[in-house]
């Protein structure tokens, strides 16, 4: 039956075709009923393990399934396979019924075959001509890395070699304009060129050796001569200009000379021989110009020249020794402005103000203490030397010549300086130098200039040693003062003692913003000797009182004149006060003595003893009576006389009712001790209706006060 079952699947296919319309292969025909037989020999199988696999078996359901409804295993195992050979039929008959399309597919799958080998053999064909372009292109890629690089050099040395040509090559323009041009902005252009031409030539070394160097350097050279002569005459032109009268040289050298400063440093770098007669001519014209612009300035100036001190204008020196005519040739306003600051500080305030112009004050009729012209001429003097600082840096680029020029200007001023400074005896004048050359030096110091700091320091220098010996001979003069000289018979402040303190005033209005500890001690100094001159002159008077009167009244006077001057006046100021309270202290107890001695004496005396000691010297109504009746009788007229003693005494009004309140204070607590005392002495009462009541004298003491 498998024979057959073969021989029906390989009849032709027209064959199987015809048959199958008749009717359908029937498989279960061919194949036949399979029966599982049983095995005869199965008695014979051993079943040891049987019960450890059922065991193992129990989990799977269809084992479990089987067992559970009693199948027999055979009755299964014969089912299971009727089953699959049916599946087996089944899947055989499925092949036959789909056998045209899978010949279809297989005819489709040939042809696919041939397409493809066709095609593999044209891409062989590809594959190989890529080869073969792929190395073309290396080879092509290669000769355009080769090309590139030649390019690059052949423009690198083309670049080079333009750049050679044009910096050696001398064209015809250039030399017009060196030879023939005027010296202008273009002939300043044109020297750039010939410039860099010539430091090419110079610093190439390459150059140098090079056949077209040889042509060149010829007419190069005599460029260059040419360009430095005719440079060099324009320059002296230029600078000749500088001498002529009145040239406004600032705006000669901005508008003109600095347009041309390239000249400078073409000769710099090619004709330095030139460069230096070119700055030579420049240093010695302008030493000679500003000297001479100086010099003239400053002797203008003196005609200005307000005469202040001389070497007798001390504050000891007494003013009637000196010559009357001598005095009458000087102003009297004049007089006030030796020891007095006064408006002469303003020219601190004015520090930065334009010159004086001299004639123009002189046609006004002015004259000025000199340390406005000192101002005036340093002020001159700043912005001159900034003004040429500057130019040289950017002219010449060397600070040096600055200096050449200034020696000239530097030795007219120490010249002018050194005739005037030996001959000054204004300490005030002198202190007031110091503080504007500081300001000076403050003031180039913000300009960031520093061409006068070693000048202005000099001056400084200078300055204080002068200062120092003048103040000395003011101390000098108190220390060394004839008091029978001075002295005059009248307790009003003292001339000596005014001088002194304006003078005092004077030097500390200078001194606060400066804080000079040297200036505090010489002022110290000049303290402790006025000091003494005033105690000689006050002992001159034959009174104590008077003695005192004059103290107190110069004392006065001093801090009324500090306090005017400005609240610096300090420890001196401090100083004096207390010599005037401990002075008035003495007066009160003097002026109180002459008038009421005797109550005075008996209140410090008597008034304090214990009365209930029972001691033998107790106060009796005797020893009283005669005080407090002589008290009552005259208290008002002696307040009176008291009232008119401090008025012609002291000089400054308020000075002397404020002694008078204190005197009269003092008077009322002596009063008042005296009455503490009647009450404890037996009998006193009696005395009562001759009392003065506090009341009354109170009443007193404020009708004075009240009129100030």
């Known amino acids: 039956m498998a024979d057959a079952a073969t021989n029906e699947l390989l009849k032709p296919q027209g064959e199987a075709t015809d048959d199958a319309t008749k009717s359908v292969f029937n498989l279960g025909a061919v194949v036949g009923d399979l029966t599982v037989e049983e095995d005869a020999s199965s008695n014979d199988i051993s079943l040891e393990g049987l019960q450890q696999e059922l065991e193992e078996c129990k989990a799977d359901e269809v084992v479990a399934n089987i067992l559970s409804k009693g199948v027999k295993l055979r009755e299964y195992t014969k089912g299971v396979e009727n089953n699959l050979r049916q599946v087996e039929l089944d899947s055989i008959q499925e092949y036959i019924t789909e056998s045209d399309n899978l010949v279809s597919l297989h005819d489709q799958i040939r042809d696919c075959d041939i397409i493809l080998s066709q095609m593999e053999t044209l891409l062989g064909g590809f594959q190989v001509e890529i080869g073969s372009i792929s ?70 070394s390459m ?14 050279d005599k460029l260059r001569q040419k360009a430095i002569s005719k440079v060099y005459e324009f320059m002296i032109q230029k600078l000749y200009a500088l001498r002529k009268p009145k040239t406004n040289i600032q705006i000669l050298q901005q508008s003109i000379l600095l347009k041309y400063k390239y000249v400078i440093s ?27 612009h100086f010099r003239a300035y400053i002797q203008a100036l003196e005609k200005l020249q307000l005469d202040i001190a001389g070497p007798t204008d001390l504050i000891g020196v007494d003013t009637r020794s000196t010559s009357l005519f001598s005095r009458g040739r000087e102003p009297l306003k004049n007089r006030s402005a030796i020891f007095a600051l006064g408006d002469r500080i303003s020219v601190l305030k004015e520090i930065d103000e334009p010159s004086l112009i001299p004639h123009i004050a002189e046609a006004n009729s002015k004259k000025y203490p000199y340390e406005v012209l000192f101002r005036s001429m340093h002020k001159l003097l700043m912005d001159t030397a900034t003004s040429e600082y500057v130019f040289c840096g950017d002219f010449f680029g060397e600070d040096s010549v600055f200096n050449e020029i200034f020696s000239g200007p530097f030795a007219v001023m120490d010249e002018h300086f050194s005739t005037v400074l030996p001959n000054s005896f204004d300490a005030i004048g002198i202190l007031l130098m110091i503080r504007i050359t500081h300001q000076h030096q403050l003031i180039m110091s913000r300009r960031r200039i520093p061409c006068l700091d070693s000048y202005l320091d000099k001056v400084n220098i200078s300055l204080w040693p002068r200062f120092k010996m003048v103040f000395d001979m003011h101390i000098n003069s108190l220390r060394n003062a004839n008091v029978k000289t001075l002295w005059e018979d009248d307790v009003h402040p003292h001339y000596v003692m005014r001088r002194y303190a304006e003078f005092t005033a004077s030097l500390i209005q200078l001194n606060v913003d400066y804080g ?107 020893e009283v009576e005669p005080l407090v009746k002589d008290f009552a009788s005259r208290w008002k007229a002696v307040i009176e006389l008291m009232h008119g003693d401090v008025i012609t005494s002291f000089s400054n009004f308020l000075c002397g009712m404020e002694i008078l309140r204190a005197a009269l204070t003092q008077l009322l607590l002596y009063y008042t001790r005296l009455s503490d005392c009647m009450k404890r002495i037996a009998g006193g009462s009696a005395l009562n209706k001759d009392l003065v009541s506090i009341q009354s004298i109170m009443y007193e003491i404020k009708k004075y006060s009240r009129t100030f």
């Open 135 to 204: 190395s073309d292109i290396k080879i092509l890629q290669e000769k355009s890395l080769d090309m590139g690089l030649k390019l690059k050099n052949r423009k690198v040395a083309e670049s080079k070699l333009a750049k050679f040509v044009e910096d050696i090559i001398v064209p015809p323009r250039m030399i017009d304009i060196i030879v023939d041009g005027e010296v202008n902005e273009e002939y300043l252009r044109t020297l750039e060129i010939l410039s860099k031409k010539l430091k090419f030539v110079e610093v190439d």
């Open 207 to 220: 150059v140098k050796t090079s056949n077209a160097l040889k042509d060149v350097q010829p007419e190069l």
């Open 266 to 292: 073409f000769l710099k770098e090619h004709g330095k021989e030139v460069y230096a007669e070119v700055r030579a001519a420049y240093t010695d014209t302008m030493n000679k110009v500003l000297s001479a």
């Open 516 to 622: 000079d500890g040297q200036l505090d001690l010489n002022m110290e100094r000049l303290k402790m000797a006025i000091d003494d001159l005033l105690i000689k002159l006050a002992k001159t008077f034959t009174k104590p009182k008077l003695q005192t009167v004059f103290l107190i009244n110069n004392y006065d006077m001093t801090i009324a004149v500090l306090k005017e001057a400005g609240p610096e006046g300090g420890k001196i100021q401090v100083h004096f006060e207390e010599l005037l309270k401990n002075n008035t202290a003495i007066y009160v107890e003097e002026l109180l003595l002459e008038h009421f001695g005797n109550l005075i004496k008996f209140v410090k005396t008597r008034a304090s003893e214990d009365q209930s000691s029972g001691s033998e010297k107790a106060i009796t109504v005797a």
